[in-house]
Structure formats: structure tokens, C-alpha cells
């Protein structure tokens, strides 16, 4: 099972596709930074997958990938 979702806005910069998923790490003035690292979290546990797409000035797609099994 594939799911993608994706949006328009300013892109997310290579360097810093490595920490997105880290716990605490937010680029807004507010927030705690625990949403992605949630999402990988459940994601991996159904034996899935997340992968992040971006380009500056155009948006950024996140592709989930999940067993048909679940």
C-alpha cells in the first residue's frame, strides 16, 4: 500500500533530510518536533516505510509504503 501526500510550500533543504525524523527537531518557531518521529515510529512498527521527496520552492512529498498484509 502506497500513500502520498505532498504540498506546495517552500521545500526542505537536503541537509537536513537526515535530521526530520529525529526527535525535537522542528524548523518552525514553535513546536515540539515530535510529529514526524511519531509517524516514522508507527510506520515502522506495521513494517512500513516513509520516504521525503523535496525541492526548494516547489514542496515536499512524503511517500508511505505499508505491508498489504496488515
Not at 506546495?8 to 537536513?16: D, F, Y
Not at 525535537?24 to 516514522?40: A, E
Not at 510506520?43 to 526548494?56: K, T
Request: hydrophobic share 40%; net charge negative; glycine share 14%.
Amino acid at each position: 500500500i502506497s500513500i502520498s501526500v505532498e504540498d506546495n510550500g517552500i521545500g526542505i533543504p537536503r541537509e537536513m533530510f537526515g535530521k526530520i525524523f529525529e526527535p525535537n527537531f522542528t524548523s518552525k518557531s514553535s513546536g515540539m518536533g515530535l510529529g514526524l518521529t511519531m509517524v516514522k515510529k508507527m510506520i515502522e512498527e506495521y513494517g512500513g516505510e516513509i520516504a521525503v521527496r523535496s525541492e526548494i520552492g516547489k514542496g515536499t512529498k512524503f511517500i508511505i509504503m505499508l505491508p498489504d498484509n496488515l
